[in-house]
């Protein structure tokens, strides 16, 4: 599929994070899997988890609690692994996201999604591609390329609140 | 069409290089006949090609190159510098040419005509020589042949796809026709029934008797372009006309009612027959032989494009794991009777893995006629004097790793060339050959190949590069230094140490690049100098980029994958021994190994097992002991690259798949040990150097 055809579909796949949901565009999501067994690789950064063998291929899986500033995830019958695609330094390349649980596909009309709050955000306003407003519940659409990038950001978290985790992040690394 | 013009090109790139490698033997050895021959066949292919496909400049021009070599392999011509210097040249052009729209600028017009014009001036010039040439005592049997003409046999039998593509084998046998009396016999024995028949391929082969004035190459070239499709002997039988004998073409007769073909050897003993006869005429001629190239790259090779190799070496792989799930599930069901399939499976797939390799692996001799080019051109423009010797360029290395060396090869030698190689005068007041001297060897060192480039010039002075590095702020005025660091310093960005930049080499991004290049395909470069004696540079590479032999063990619940090629010895050890010791040095054989263990390093919790193995693996020529909790066995590894968010964790060179779907990491020992050393609690580097 290409780029127009899309931004032409307006499905997102809602996951949560701990309480509260975030939602990625179905162009970007591969596949769903559930939780398997994660080899870890040594000296890496803490929300890198390690790798898996998805159908031959190598698949590095990242903590997206951890990189949103939360505590690690932990393991519950409901933990998924999300594939996605996603473009770094015009290269697509695929990782795992491991998240909480995986929620819907929603319908979200392009109209209904609103910019994402200037202030008083928790979260960096460059990883939130908007917000939408669904059955009186916030549901945070991500920049999925931005949060994955390669870039060494540990927290997505606004500036006041990173220093610490960055520090935490340090330590681990 | 462009598809043809894509193939046709690529061929013609290959005829030029082949072309730029026989010229450069060629100076080696000016008489050689048979490289003359060579020089002379590869531009009439590309001549008769370029015509074929519509590349009109290509095809006149090479129409004069080939005059002169003509000329030469009749004798009539000495191979000189000029003309060497000019056919290079050409070649250089012809590649210009092959991009059809580059004519259209005036600078290659002007090289073109300024060619062209050399190359007739040369054809002319020799025509005004010709008589002097003519009064040198020629050999007698020459004279005989120019006055008489020979009878030779002739055998031509094609592959029997010969039509496919587009030949008519009778235009060949009407051009045989046409140098001068021939007696054709086709052999039709090999024609099946006509129900088995296909009217695609060509059954018949031929065999002839011709009677000409010229020589034995005029019938060769009537075959130049089938002799890669066909079987072809070209045999002078005797002097004279054989044909004109009575006595021959009575027997001759005889033995065309016989279904099979006639053969050298009868027609020879025939035309022995006759010759005693004749000589009682007084005509006497020796029947000597003048064997022509025959049938040696007949189907020896093919072509195959690089995206197949490709799908093939991933095809490889694949299987390679497969068999590994399938070799784990025999082993857990013993019943079912399974596990002589699975290993001969197991060594199938190894034979097939180790002939797909063998097929991307090509001798690094490829390359090496750029190279030959490159120090020829560059010394002279240089006013140097430079040999350029090679060794072991039968060495095999993956396709992949020859494209990412060329560049940093061409670097190196660059170097060695304009920094390195004094000029004569100074070469001659240190007392050195006025000659300098550039060597290239290659060779097989365990699982790695080795690529050696000294020269015999200059050497560096570690002083200027000090005081280099000094005055970059790269390292402080005070640091000691020893001789390896401060040689290594030549290897950081931005550090060129010509006193002069010339447009040759010298512009700061160098050595940097070199090293990044090589480090990009796995390998490892390293220099050594002796001031004012020359100056070495190792470069070592991986065999292959995609799988390796590795040794499987098991750290707490994580697999790692050591290459063989590393592995020394493995031993077990009691895990009591390795906990009391405080410098991490452990008595192996009666002597001191150093070690690292592996569960601290990699953050695992310490391992309660009484028994661990101790895998000695070899470190820059030294042992270094790593401990792991236990070896699993010898393995397979498909290498898989860990992706760009693991590209800071290098001393995992990449990941592979097991037999049960679980993800093994591959360990670049030396990385490890290079990290583990710099660590602070381990002064290892101390001991290590202390050894």
Not at chain 2, 400 to 422: C, F, K, Q, V, W
Request: glycine letters at 6%; aromatic letters at 6%; hydrophobic letters at 40%.
């Amino acid at each position: 599929m290409n780029q127009e055809n899309l931004s032409k579909i307006n499905s997102y796949l809602s996951f949560k994070l701990g309480e509260e949901e975030f939602a990625a565009h179905v162009g970007k999501v591969l596949n769903i899997l559930e939780m398997t067994r994660i080899t870890e690789v040594p000296k890496a950064p803490e929300y890198m988890k390690g790798v898996i063998n998805l159908r031959g291929i190598v698949l590095p899986v990242i903590d997206t609690r951890i990189k949103f500033g939360m505590t690690p995830t932990e393991y519950t019958a409901n933990t998924c692994i999300i594939v996605l695609d996603i473009e770094v330094d015009n290269e697509t390349i695929q990782i795992g996201a491991l998240v909480d649980a995986v929620q819907a596909v929603l319908e979200i009309d392009k109209n209904k999604v609103l910019p994402p709050p200037s202030i008083g955000s928790k979260y960096r306003s460059e990883f939130i591609e908007g917000v939408a407003n669904i059955d009186e519940k916030f549901i945070m659409i991500l920049n999925m390329d931005a949060v994955f990038s390669i870039e060494d950001v540990a927290s997505l978290k606004t500036k006041t609140e990173e220093t610490d985790i960055t520090r935490s992040v340090e330590e681990v690394g | 069409m462009d598809n043809f013009k894509k193939k046709f090109i690529e061929e013609a790139t290959d005829l030029m290089d082949g072309l730029e490698r026989s010229l450069l033997e060629l100076e080696e050895n000016p008489n050689d006949q048979s490289i003359i021959q060579q020089v002379f066949r590869a531009m009439h292919t590309l001549k008769g090609n370029s015509g074929m496909f519509g590349f009109d400049k290509i095809d006149s021009f090479t129409h004069e190159m080939e005059t002169i070599y003509d000329l030469i392999r009749n004798d009539k011509q000495q191979v000189t510098r000029e003309i060497l210097d000019l056919t290079l040249a050409a070649v250089d052009h012809l590649k210009v040419l092959l991009d059809e729209e580059s004519f259209n600028e005036p600078s290659v017009q002007e090289n073109h005509i300024r060619l062209l014009n050399k190359v007739r001036a040369i054809i002319n010039g020799d025509k005004k020589d010709e008589k002097l040439h003519i009064e040198k005592p020629t050999q007698p049997i020459q004279s005989e042949e120019n006055d008489l003409g020979n009878t030779f046999y002739v055998l031509f039998d094609p592959v029997s796809e010969l039509f496919n593509n587009g030949t008519n084998p009778l235009f060949l046998l009407d051009e045989l026709y046409s140098l001068g009396q021939v007696k054709v016999f086709a052999h039709l024995n090999k024609i099946p029934s006509l129900d088995k028949i296909n009217p695609e391929l060509c059954y018949t082969y031929w065999e002839a008797i011709v009677y000409t004035q010229d020589n034995v190459n005029s019938i060769s070239d009537v075959f130049i372009f089938v002799e890669d499709e066909a079987t072809i002997d070209i045999q002078k039988i005797s002097g004279g006309n054989l044909l004109a004998d009575d006595l021959f073409i009575t027997e001759l007769k005889k033995l065309e009612g016989v279904q099979n073909d006639i053969g050298i050897t009868k027609i020879q003993k025939l035309a022995q027959q006759i010759q005693s006869s004749r000589v009682k005429d007084k005509i006497v001629a020796p029947g000597v032989k003048e064997r022509v190239q025959s049938k040696e790259t007949a189907i020896s090779s093919i072509r195959v494009s690089a995206d197949k190799l490709d799908m093939l070496m991933n095809l490889v792989s694949e299987l390679v794991t497969t068999q590994a799930r399938l070799t784990l599930f025999a082993e857990n069901n013993v019943e079912s009777g399974l596990m002589p399939i699975a290993e001969n499976v197991q060594k199938l797939s190894r034979q097939l893995r180790d002939i797909a390799f063998s097929i991307v692996l090509i001798p690094i001799e490829n390359m090496l006629t750029r190279f030959q080019r490159l120090v020829r051109d560059l010394s002279s423009e240089l006013g140097k004097e430079v040999v350029f010797i090679t060794e072991g360029a039968d060495t095999e290395l993956d396709k992949t790793i020859i494209e990412s060396l060329a560049d940093p090869l061409m670097h190196i030698l660059r170097n060695s060339i304009d920094h390195g190689i004094e000029d004569a005068e100074e070469r001659l007041k240190k007392g050195k050959p006025k000659q300098g001297k550039i060597n290239l060897k290659a060779f097989y060192s365990g699982a790695n190949v080795m690529i050696q480039i000294s020269d015999d010039g200059a050497g560096i002075d570690p002083e200027i590069i000090s005081q280099k590095a000094i005055s970059k702020g790269i390292i402080t005025a005070d640091r000691k230094l020893t001789h390896r660091e401060v040689l290594d310093l030549v290897f950081l960005p931005g550090f060129s140490t010509a006193k002069q930049v010339t447009d040759v080499s010298g512009r700061g991004v160098g050595m940097d690049v070199v090293k990044r290049k090589i480090a990009d395909i796995r390998g490892e470069v390293e220099i050594e100098s002796k001031f004012g004696f020359g100056t070495t540079i190792t470069i070592k590479l991986p065999l292959t980029l995609s799988i390796i032999d590795g040794l499987l063990v098991k750290v707490d619940d994580t697999h790692y994958i050591i290459p063989l090629s590393v592995v020394d010895k493995i031993y077990a050890i009691e895990h009591e021994k390795i906990a009391k010791t405080f410098n991490n040095i452990v008595v192996l054989d009666g002597k001191q190994i150093p070690f690292f263990y592996i569960r601290r390093e990699f953050e695992h919790t310490e391992s309660t097992e009484t028994y661990e193995q101790v895998i000695v693996v070899n470190f820059e020529e030294k042992s270094v002991g790593l401990i792991v909790d236990s070896v699993v066995g010898e393995y397979q590894a498909v290498l898989k690259p860990l992706g760009k968010h693991y590209k800071k964790q290098d001393m995992i060179s990449g990941a592979t798949i097991l037999g049960d779907g679980t993800v093994a990491l591959v360990m670049d020992t030396n990385k490890i040990i290079k990290l583990f050393a710099n660590h602070e609690d381990f002064k290892i580097g101390d001991e290590l150097n202390k050894e």
